[in-house]
């Protein structure tokens, strides 16, 4: 399957393959009403704000994978608090940030994006840069990961961009060993996962 760049016709399907490997990697459809809250959160942003970074692989079906990033994490975060959450703070008020107690998850990403802060980390200063990687079960295991950080990797040197690094959370080992496979070491551990860090 080709990898591209990412068009803005490719945002219904960026959405959709992060609700659907959203549950540490598995489909998380059954765990939201607004099945756009995760997009808005974990896809959306990226290419909105820095274009160029966004790869994705597509066939006749659609959008199967992607990768998003920024070569810079905290201008990133600005332009969030500026241009992106504004309007989603607005059309999703902080009253629904509280458990409705039926299981749905909707709640915490509605928290997430009303507490949403620039990151004070000193893993920025060395790897300013962060990705989110999502592939639907029909484009996994077959290079095509390997190929989408290749690929985000060759664009970030072009732009002298010197670390990468990303969260993975415990739940989702697998992802683990794939980025351990890609080069990626881990730089800290937490209760929700890991920090993993590339040089580049
Ligand atoms: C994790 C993910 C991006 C990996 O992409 P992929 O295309 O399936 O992986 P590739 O086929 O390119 O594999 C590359 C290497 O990683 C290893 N790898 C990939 N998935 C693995 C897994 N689940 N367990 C162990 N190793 C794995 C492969 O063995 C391969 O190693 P090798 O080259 O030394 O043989 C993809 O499976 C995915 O999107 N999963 C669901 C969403 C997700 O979990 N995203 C990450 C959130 S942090």
């Not at 990697?25 to 820095?50: K, V």
Request: hydrophobic share 40%; aromatic share 8%.
């Amino acid at each position: 399957m080709p990898i591209r760049a990412f068009q803005p016709i490719d945002m219904p399907g960026l959405y959709d393959v992060c609700l659907r490997t959203g549950d540490s990697g598995q489909d998380a459809r059954n765990l939201y009403a607004n099945q756009h809250l995760l997009g808005h959160i974990y896809a959306g942003p990226y290419p909105t704000a820095d274009p160029g970074l966004t790869f994705v692989l597509a066939d006749s079906q659609g959008v199967a994978g992607y990768v998003v990033a920024t070569a810079d994490t905290n201008a990133f975060e600005h332009w969030c608090e500026e241009n992106w959450w504004p309007p989603l703070r607005k059309q999703y008020p902080a009253i629904l940030a509280a458990d409705p107690g039926d299981g749905s998850q909707d709640w915490l990403r509605i928290r997430a994006l009303h507490e949403a802060s620039p990151t004070h980390d000193e893993i920025l200063k060395n790897y300013p840069a962060h990705l989110h990687v999502d592939l639907l079960p029909r484009a996994q295991g077959a290079g095509a990961g390997r190929s989408l950080i290749q690929t985000l990797i060759t664009a970030l040197r072009a732009r002298g961009v010197t670390g990468l690094h990303l969260g993975v959370g415990s739940g989702n080992p697998g992802a683990r060993k794939f980025y351990l496979a890609m080069g990626f070491r881990e730089a800290r551990v937490q209760a929700w996962g890991s920090t993993m860090v590339l040089e580049l």
